[in-house]
């Protein structure tokens, strides 16, 4: 089974700090271009991050660029995103998954190239 789980979500102050985890199982999550995602209630799916397996590089959503970093250890088989300086308007549930076909990241980080999604990981950014 190709499977990815979500962990790390919570419930934090604004101005706060946390840090998601992306577990991979079945596959060699090195391989492929993971992304993260997110949706709140009532919105569209977000592209919010992606990391290519090829080089390495790195795509951030203009609102949180600057305040979020993905990162990979595939000795772990696992995604990071570590995010700082929470706002609320970051409440979502967090998604991530691999691209179905290449090993970079799209230019546009579109849901509908991505595939093994997890359940997601709830995030609340509130006082």
């Known amino acids: 089974q190709l499977q990815l789980v979500e962990s790390g979500g919570g419930l934090v102050q604004p101005g706060g700090s946390l840090r998601l985890s992306c577990a991979a199982s079945?596959?060699?999550?090195?391989?492929?271009?993971i992304g993260w995602f997110r949706q709140a209630p009532g919105k569209e799916r977000e592209g919010v991050s992606c990391?290519?397996?090829?080089?390495?590089?790195?795509y951030y959503a203009d609102s949180v660029k600057g305040r979020f970093t993905i990162s990979r250890d595939n000795a772990k088989n696992t995604v990071y995103l570590e995010m700082n300086s929470l706002k609320p308007e970051d409440t979502a549930v967090y998604y991530c998954?691999?691209?179905?076909?290449?090993?970079?990241?799209?230019?546009?980080?579109?849901?509908?190239?991505?595939?093994?999604w997890g359940q997601g990981t709830q995030v609340t950014v509130s006082s």
């Open positions: 998954a691999r691209q179905l076909l290449l090993r970079t990241c799209p230019l546009v980080l579109r849901s509908q190239i991505f595939g093994s």
């Open positions: 079945g596959f060699t999550l090195g391989s492929h271009a």
């Open positions: 990391i290519s397996s090829s080089d390495g590089t790195t």
